[in-house]
T-cell receptor, first 114, second 112 residues
């Protein structure tokens, strides 16, 4: 158990809908990363937050957004969902921005768009 | 940007054999190379990592080697066991606090 929690574990929804995925980092970790895992693209970085502020963006679609709250949990919002958004979404946390490379992953949320 | 290539995509070995997975990276500034193990239905688990100032690192049955000149690094698993069966990912990044760039993964199957 990495100490990173994600909810829900599974999510099934329809095209055009909006969903919110939640992540709680390990106790004390300030940095949260979101990754998308699909069969053909592997693990792709979406976005990073550090202590409430957006730090970096990767291959994140404009329909997707995220935020990190004062208690350090993070939410990933996916809107106008398409079939191709079906994937596993992972968050990872890391202790500090500059000193640690290690990232610890949560169990993921499996999103199915029908 | 960084690109990480991983080979092979699948690997089948007999219990007790060794397994080797290889990765190459493109960004010579990359300096951190972790390996993750992902079991079915779970998130990636960090199993070992190496930094660019080290050529080899061992942890019981697993070891990682790094060749900075050739820009490749490898995962070695000795005395494989059925519970080693999983998908293994290599990754790289150039600075602490930045996103990891992952290889496409290797599905390792260990048969008893």
């Amino acid at each position: 158990d990495s100490g990173v929690t994600q909810t829900p574990k599974h999510l099934i929804t329809a095209t055009g809908q909006r969903v919110t995925l939640r992540c709680s980092p390990r106790s004390g970790d300030l940095s949260v990363y979101w990754y998308q895992q699909s069969l053909d693209q592997g693990l792709q970085f979406l976005i990073q937050y550090y202590n409430g502020e957006e730090r970096a963006k990767g291959n994140i679609l404009e329909r997707f957004s995220a935020q990190q709250f004062p208690d350090l949990h993070s939410e990933l919002n996916l809107s106008s969902l398409e079939l191709g958004d079906s994937a596993l979404y992972f968050c990872a946390s890391s202790p500090r921005e500059k000193s640690y490379n290690e990232q610890f992953f949560g169990p993921g949320t499996r999103l199915t768009v029908l | 940007g960084e690109n990480v290539e991983q080979h092979p995509s699948t690997l089948s070995v007999q219990e007790g054999d060794s397994a080797v997975i290889k990765c190459t990276y493109s960004d010579s500034a990359s300096n951190y190379f972790p390996w993750y193990k992902q079991e079915l239905g779970k998130g990636p688990q960090l199993i070992i990592d190496i930094r660019s100032n080290v050529g080899e690192k061992k942890d019981q049955r697993i070891a990682v080697t790094l060749n900075k000149t050739a820009k490749h690094f490898s995962l070695h698993i000795t005395e494989t066991q059925p519970e080693d069966s999983a998908v293994y990912f290599c990754a790289a990044n150039r600075q602490a606090g930045t996103a990891l760039i992952f290889g496409k993964g290797t599905t390792l199957s260990v048969s008893s």
